[in-house]
């Protein structure tokens, strides 16, 4: 569609905005873990340049799920320390989580002796409206929001 006289064409498209990033589980991997050098400088450069350009990389839950999993099976973190390295990204002005407030959570539920994955679907569920997750994982029926599958 274009303006009389032609002056869309002239006008600043306002909608445009600064391309963000997102990164996978490998890559948060390699900042924390730092076990593959070359990687691990890759990753702190693409960190460093969207903390200087302004704009935060994405990390969506399903990679914060990855990452904890990966962090207690592979590396054998304890709960305590994925609790702390997932509240240190927190506070990275180069990071920004999907649904913040639930990752706290999480964290806190990591905290308690809980598993981050399942703190995250029952947070997700109650979003849309559920009062309780149903499960056969017994680890998970020891906390709030989740019940026994009968």
């Known amino acids: 569609m274009s303006a009389p006289n032609g ?6 498209d306002v909608t445009r905005r600064a391309m963000t990033k997102g990164l996978d589980t490998n ?3 390699r900042l924390v873990v730092a076990d593959e050098p070359e990687q691990t400088r890759a990753a702190e450069l693409a960190v460093r340049r969207a903390a200087d350009a302004g ?6 839950l399903v990679v914060l799920c990855e990452f904890a999993w ?3 099976r592979s590396y054998g ?3 305590a320390e994925i609790a702390d390295c997932i509240e240190t990204l927190a506070n990275s002005p180069a990071l920004i989580f999907q ?4 990752v706290a959570r999480a964290t806190q539920w990591l905290r308690q ?4 994955a399942d703190a995250i679907v029952s947070g997700l569920n ?4 559920a009062d309780t997750t149903l499960t056969f994982d017994k680890s998970a029926l020891r906390f709030d929001g989740f019940a026994p599958v009968t």
């Open 7 to 12: 002056r869309w064409g002239r006008c600043r």
């Open 27 to 29: 890559v948060l991997l």
């Open 55 to 60: 704009t935060p990389l994405q990390l969506n």
């Open 70 to 72: 990966v962090l207690r």
């Open 77 to 79: 973190y304890s709960r």
């Open 99 to 102: 649904e913040p407030a639930l």
């Open 113 to 116: 002796g809980g598993d981050f």
């Open 126 to 129: 109650r979003s849309l409206g």
